[in-house]
């Protein structure tokens, strides 16, 4: 049906998008919420042009790959992705289709095979990864806690992003002679017993990026607020973390939005290329004030956040 005005034209034409979130870990709230803000610059605006899928959904593994399925079936304009397992089983779910994948995060994604390379790589997929904090962090924390010398690292060998941040702080540790006192863990009891009973002698716990140490901090924090021993980390900050140096949620989320509306304007995914997402230092001067630890004013003075 037409819409005439007065003078009897017909008005434009509203072209409405669907966009399909695939989301498969928890504390994504602020990534989705400005991917959202990022699509609304550009003009794309839920209830006027847009549609946007299950944002509020978490998936498992039982319903992630009937998600997928799903928006290849309803044929939305495009896949929204975090965390590498979802981008890669998005990519593989639609190759047979037409839909662009923007991902964000992804840690690694030529380690992990989500495109061939950083640029040109000719694929109908685009996005932000985040690998590149864990050497700059512990370095940091070095300097912040000045008499470590033994760190406690949790491992999770099933996943990509866990192992390849461990090489990361493996070579990290090399360099500013730390010595890592490495565990492997599969489930959430693993890393409670664990922390249970820490081995002695022991300076500090790191957090690597993993799925699953993301799910199961808690028990960390306490162990460590046990022992009055410091944690640090490459991931998101949080209460009983001392430094970390991460991606910016709110940032990342916008960024990925725009370049989401980007490709529903019309740009090709497989001529953008992969971004690095920005980083940011957090210090928790309260968590150290807990242990005995004061940080440095030099370390202070380069924070992005400070929590008091």
């Not at 380690?111 to 050497?135: C, D, F, P």
């Not at 360099?175 to 565990?183: E, F, G, Q, R, Y």
């Not at 924090?221 to 900050?237: H, N, R």
């Not at 202070?300 to 400070?306: G, M, W």
């Amino acid at each position: 049906m037409f819409n005439y005005g007065c003078n009897g034209s017909t008005a434009p034409e509203i072209k409405y998008y669907t966009i399909g979130v695939v989301n498969i870990g928890e504390g994504h709230e602020e990534i989705i919420e400005n991917f959202k803000k990022g699509l609304a610059q550009l003009g794309y605006l839920e209830n006027k042009n847009l549609t946007i899928l299950n944002e509020k959904i978490i998936l498992n593994e039982q319903n992630l790959q009937l998600t997928i399925e799903d928006y290849v079936k309803k044929k939305v304009d495009l896949i929204y992705t975090l965390k590498t397992p979802a981008t890669l089983r998005a990519k593989k779910l639609v190759k047979n289709s037409d839909i662009p994948i923007i991902f964000a995060p992804v840690f690694s994604p030529v380690k992990a095979q989500v495109v061939s390379s950083l640029y040109h790589h000719g694929e109908n997929i685009a996005g932000i990864r985040v690998r590149g904090t864990t050497g700059k962090a512990l370095e940091l924390f070095v300097n912040t806690v000045l008499d470590v010398q033994n760190v406690f690292v949790l491992v999770v060998p099933s996943e990509i992003v866990s192992r390849l941040t461990y090489k990361d702080l493996k070579q990290a540790a090399k360099i500013l002679n730390i010595d890592l006192v490495k565990a492997e863990v599969s489930t959430c009891e693993q890393i409670k017993s664990l922390m249970e009973f820490a081995p002695s002698g022991i300076d500090a716990f790191w957090i690597l990026h993993s799925q699953l140490l993301a799910s199961c901090r808690e028990p960390i924090y306490k162990a460590a607020e046990k022992l009055q021993i410091p944690v640090g980390a490459s991931t998101t900050q949080q209460d009983g973390i001392l430094l970390s140096y991460f991606f910016n949620h709110e940032d990342l989320g916008k960024q990925a939005g725009e370049m989401a509306g980007k490709i529903l304007g019309g740009v090709n995914p497989a001529e953008m290329p992969i971004f690095t997402a920005e980083f940011f230092l957090a210090v928790n001067v309260a968590a150290g004030r807990k242990i005995g630890i004061t940080i440095p004013d030099k370390i202070l003075k380069q924070a992005d956040i400070i929590i008091r």
